[in-house]
């Protein structure tokens, strides 16, 4: 599916690129152009960023 229609990026081609270390939205577009378009896309890759990064474990003190 396609999350970037400007420039024609596959959500699996941003979920690459963010398990690859790009983990915010420009990083994102410098590695495959996904939200350098128009922007509409880019509260999907904010999700996507999110649903791809490790949840961090609570630490209690």
Partial sequence: MYVCICHRVRECEIRRVIQSGAHT?????DECGAGT?????????ADLIDAESPTPVPVFH
């Fill in 25 to 29: 939205e420009d990083a994102v577009g």
């Fill in 37 to 45: 378009g128009c922007g509409t896309c880019l509260d999907r890759i």
